[in-house]
């Protein structure tokens, strides 16, 4: 078999765009609703399916909907403004910040810190990070990262209490904005535009109820690194095609590499491609530069991240499916 190369990932970015702009009108017209609601954080999976979403229903028919929180950076704030003034759509700006704290976000998040961190304060950074799954074949545990203002940075394994802890707390950010999406959607008739790509929706980086929720999913079929040349096929700005994926979850910096996927975005689409199509481990090792044991780590990670998205994909069970060995 010939060597794999990244080419494999290559799409015919025009025709694919044309062919997900007359699924977008046919799902819309399906659901029978007046256009689309895409929450838009700067990110290039918004922003493609937001480009997508304008060429499909046109500008008058697509409601962009903003929603930083304290912890947001200042660049998703002005590349989400950028975004609707590029498209030339209706929107809102709404700081969920309000919602978050009398819902006790920040506060469960800091208890759930503390667990493991006894003297961390409101005041200061936090993040999640996660072992790089090629650097060993241990089992990975979560660490919290935590700097006070001015101070120096500091790195605590996280326990499982503390663990879930802080993900239940963050998960609140997820979920606010869903729900003023749907509020936007049933206000305007509209249905709501869902963002995942393929690499997170095959992966499970997403919340239930959260930003896994949608009606519809135009680009969970595009890996990440199509998604990027969409943007450009799109005419996207520049600052947004170049933009590296982050989480913008958590107070510090936080790329998703380092939060869940431990490999750059671009290895691991390769990685995911070569095991849907069957490649060999020792065949895809070459074109990342890694060991064939390494990537065989990062097929076994694929399986484990699946087997956790399964849940996450489940409709509600009820009693006359979904459990086997039901009795009435």
């Known amino acids: ?92 700006e709404e ?54 203002p001015g101070g120096e940075e500091r790195k605590v394994r996280l326990d499982t209490s ?14 606010t904005r869903k729900m003023l999406e749907y509020h936007h959607a049933d206000r305007l008739n509209y249905a709501v535009a869902g963002t995942p790509n393929l690499l997170e929706y095959d992966q499970g980086f997403f919340v239930k109820s959260g930003d896994g929720a949608a009606d519809f999913k135009p680009i969970a079929h595009l890996y990440k690194t199509q998604v990027y040349a969409m943007a450009r096929e799109l005419g996207l700005p520049d600052d947004i095609c170049s933009r590296a994926p982050t989480t913008d979850t958590y107070s510090m910096p936080q790329s998703q590499e380092e939060f869940y996927f431990s490999l750059p975005y671009q290895d691991m689409d390769l990685c995911l491609w070569a095991k849907n199509h069957g490649v060999a481990a020792s065949e895809v090792a070459p ?4 060991e064939t044991a390494q990537v065989e780590r990062v097929y076994r990670d694929i399986d484990g991240k699946r087997a956790v998205a399964a849940y996450l994909h489940m409709e509600p069970l ?9 009795e009435t």
């Not at 025009?14 to 256009?35: F, H, M, S, T």
């Open 162 to 175: 503390a663990y879930f802890g802080v993900v239940a707390a963050t998960n609140f950010k997820q979920r």
């Open 287 to 290: 074109a990342l530069g890694l």
């Open 318 to 326: 009820t009693i006359d499916r979904g459990v086997e060995g039901n």
């Open 1 to 92: 078999m010939a060597a794999i190369t990244r080419d494999v990932l290559r799409i015919d970015t025009a025709a694919e765009a044309e062919r997900i702009v007359g699924w977008i009108r046919a799902a819309v017209r399906k659901l029978k609703k007046r256009g689309a609601v895409v929450a838009l954080s700067g990110g290039i999976d918004s922003s493609v399916v937001g480009a997508l979403s304008v060429r499909a229903l046109g500008p008058e028919r697509v409601f962009g909907l903003l929603m930083p929180e304290r912890d947001s950076s200042d660049e998703t704030r002005r590349l989400g403004r950028k975004l609707v003034q590029h498209f030339g759509i209706d929107h809102v």
């Open 95 to 148: 700081d969920i910040t309000p919602i978050l704290e009398a819902s006790g976000c920040y506060l469960r998040r800091d208890e759930a810190i503390r667990r493991v961190v006894p003297d961390f304060q409101s005041g200061w950074s936090s993040k999640i990070v996660l072992p790089s799954v090629v650097e060993s074949d241990v089992f990975r545990v979560f660490s919290v990262v935590v700097q006070p």
